[in-house]
């Protein structure tokens, strides 16, 4: 398998522009994270998905963020309107199955977002 | 709220070193502890799991141990090796959530 491919790999968007991250999962994966990373505040976690269904969107900063999964392997994150300070590495990661029961997660190698 | 905190944030050693890296954790209510390795301009792999029920767990040159009740773990890399080099990164998982709460990692730099 591929691993988790993510795109686009790097972008540069001027405020106020809508960015669209895509992640395709490990196939046969059925959880799904969206994390992001920066140096001030390292890894964070905005939102995981199992079996398609939102579970934890409590690390979505505002209403900006959006983030979809249409399909069990395809996911979108959406950001509307952008804003500098949402320059960051978002990374996407799958798993088998849940994470508590020890299942390894598989990151993808991110998607570096520079708004200017 | 969980706070995971690394030491040290960065590290420099010749080649052929033993090392330890520490991750301490404010919650003991965690049900796993994984390290991860994120090299340069890439996204982190998995190195080891411990499960909260365990005490360590060795893979080649690394081994981790769990102290839960003290919330720590160390990451103990036997020979380094310049590739080694890489920022490593823990994450403690707590129960009945497959939410990861990563620490700030330590960068390592292991010189030939």
């Known amino acids: 398998d591929a691993g988790v491919i993510q795109s686009p790999r790097h972008e540069v968007t001027e405020m106020g522009q809508e960015v669209t991250l895509r992640c395709k999962l490990i196939s046969g994966h059925n959880s799904l994270f969206w994390y992001r990373q920066t140096m001030m505040r390292g890894l964070e976690l905005l939102i995981y998905?199992?079996?398609?269904?939102?579970?934890?969107d409590s690390g979505m900063p505002e209403d900006r963020f959006s983030a979809k999964m249409p399909n069990a392997s395809f996911s979108t994150l959406k950001i509307q309107p952008s804003e500098p300070r949402d320059s960051a590495v978002y990374f996407c990661?799958?798993?088998?199955?849940?994470?508590?029961?020890?299942?390894?997660?598989?990151f993808g190698e991110g998607s570096w977002l520079t708004v200017v | 709220k969980q706070e995971v905190t690394q030491i040290p944030a960065a590290l420099s050693v010749p080649e052929g070193e033993n090392l330890v890296l520490n991750c301490s954790f404010t919650?003991?209510?965690?049900?796993?502890l994984q390290w991860f390795r994120q090299d340069p301009g890439k996204g982190l792999t998995s190195l080891l799991l411990i499960q909260s029920s365990q005490r360590e767990q060795t893979s080649g040159r690394l081994n981790a141990s769990l102290d839960k009740s003290s919330g720590r773990s160390t990451l103990y890399i036997a020979a380094s090796q310049p590739g080694d080099s890489a920022t490593y990164l823990c994450a403690v998982n707590a129960y009945n959530t497959d939410k990861l709460i990563f620490g700030t990692g330590t960068r390592l730099q292991v010189f030939p």
């Open positions: 998905f199992n079996n398609n269904v939102p579970i934890d």
């Open positions: 919650d003991s209510a965690i049900y796993n």
């Open positions: 990661a799958s798993s088998l199955n849940r994470v508590d029961s020890g299942n390894t997660i598989y």
